[in-house]
């Protein structure tokens, strides 16, 4: 989609499927119009809450599920490890309470487990707000995808 496009129509569910916060989705929408790309992933890099970080990620796969369809499937392409992914975000879990999050674009099975175990050495606090960077990054991922200059 071009950005003009992109400031002059209906694009709550494309920034829905981007990040399916409605306070950013919002604010996104109340910056229109955007004078460029630029204008607009930085309009986008807004602080998550808490609840809204946890509300995210209930729309969010686990890493290493293949998803049927979606962002989240050419995104967790690289992932070929599925068996040693599904005792890892059991642990994962059981510690934090929530699904793995993480940037999965570009990456592979072996980089993204590693960067599991090792956020497994963060306390609750510390990995939610890692976990609500890695959404931004997703979100601003998603929307250089869909919308171009």
């Given at each position: 989609?071009?950005?003009?496009?992109?400031?002059?129509?209906?694009?709550?569910?494309?920034?829905?499927?981007?990040l399916a916060v409605p306070r950013w989705v919002d604010t996104v929408l109340a910056?229109?119009?955007?004078?460029?790309?630029?204008?607009?992933?930085?309009?986008?890099?807004?602080?998550?809450?808490?609840?809204?970080?946890?509300?995210?990620?209930?729309?969010?796969?686990?890493?290493?599920?293949?998803?049927?369809?979606?962002?989240?499937?050419?995104?967790?392409?690289?992932?070929?490890?599925?068996?040693?992914?599904?005792?890892?975000?059991?642990?994962y879990e059981a510690k934090f309470g929530h699904v793995y999050l993480v940037c999965?674009?570009?990456?592979?099975?072996?980089?993204?487990?590693?960067i599991l175990r090792e956020r497994l050495d963060n306390d609750p606090a510390t990995?939610?707000?890692?976990?609500?960077?890695?959404?931004?990054?997703?979100?601003?991922?998603?929307?250089?995808?869909?919308?171009?200059?």
């Amino acid at each position: 989609m071009l950005l003009t496009d992109f400031n002059t129509t209906d694009v709550r569910a494309l920034l829905t499927e981007c990040l399916a916060v409605p306070r950013w989705v919002d604010t996104v929408l109340a910056g229109r119009p955007y004078a460029d790309v630029d204008a607009l992933k930085a309009a986008a890099d807004l602080p998550l809450s808490s609840a809204e970080i946890r509300q995210a990620m209930a729309a969010h796969p686990r890493i290493g599920e293949k998803p049927a369809s979606g962002w989240a499937r050419s995104e967790q392409s690289g992932v070929d490890n599925a068996d040693a992914f599904a005792a890892a975000n059991a642990e994962y879990e059981a510690k934090f309470g929530h699904v793995y999050l993480v940037c999965a674009s570009g990456r592979g099975g072996d980089e993204l487990l590693k960067i599991l175990r090792e956020r497994l050495d963060n306390d609750p606090a510390t990995e939610l707000a890692v976990a609500g960077r890695e959404l931004l990054k997703i979100a601003e991922l998603r929307l250089a995808k869909a919308v171009t200059a």
